[in-house]
């Protein structure tokens, strides 16, 4: 009973800990995303690109120089968009990403890492069936979905396949509130089988990577 309270606690530490380690790198991000256009070293070379601009617009033939003059006014009004302009047309994936994220984060792992094998008395498929059934399945899985945004964009960016299979994901929650998670006190264990685990794990982890980096993919363009 005391190893088990002190597996759960730590397990709980390091859960602590992967979240807090994300929420520190995404809020660095931000803030150099912010503080960049603002130092030195970023204006002195955005002004170096314009005046290279303002001379080749000089030196060109009229024909030439209305074509480089249409072009520097797509790259002007690209540098002074604002944050707002561009999240106006990007919210749908914007969106989509972080409907993703909070899917997954409220599922995986506070739901997930407290599921036990119906299947093992002891043994060593207890001892390793949440890390490997559930931490090490759902880095493999999120990684192929991932990669495979490489090969293959399906569906399209602007398919509603693509926000409907999003929203769906909400799906996984009652389906792994349904497994054998503990401890329990209203909710029936409907999935009996360590099968039914393993099988959502699989389609949770590649959904939350493929659909995550499709939607990153096409937010760019």
Not at 96 to 101: I, N, P
Request: hydrophobic share 50%; aromatic share 14%; glycine share 4%.
């Amino acid at each position: 009973m005391i190893c088990a309270i002190a597996s759960g606690s730590e397990l709980e530490d390091a859960a602590f800990g992967y979240f807090i380690v994300a929420c520190v790198v995404v809020f660095l991000s931000i803030l150099s995303y912010i503080l960049l256009p603002k130092l030195k070293f970023f204006q002195f070379y955005q002004e170096r690109i314009r005046k290279q601009t303002s001379d080749d617009e000089q030196n060109t033939v009229t024909l030439m120089n209305i074509e480089v003059k249409d072009a520097a006014a797509d790259e002007k009004e690209l540098h002074s968009t604002s944050m707002m302009k561009i999240f106006k047309k990007i919210w749908v994936l914007a969106f989509s990403v972080c409907f993703t994220f909070t899917v997954t984060i409220g599922t995986f792992p506070a739901i997930t890492a407290d599921t036990q094998s119906t299947l093992a008395e002891g043994g060593s498929w207890e001892v390793y069936f949440i890390p490997v059934s559930c931490f090490l399945l759902f880095n493999l899985c999120d990684w192929t979905g991932r990669s495979l945004t490489a090969v293959c964009m399906w569906p399209g960016r602007d398919s509603l396949v693509l926000p409907v299979s999003i929203v769906a994901r909400v799906l996984f929650i009652p389906l792994f509130m349904l497994c054998n998670v503990q401890p329990r006190l209203h909710l029936p264990v409907f999935f009996q089988h360590d099968g039914f685990f393993i099988a959502f794990m699989v389609l949770f982890a590649f959904s939350n990577g493929y659909l995550a980096s499709l939607c990153m993919c096409y937010g760019p363009k």
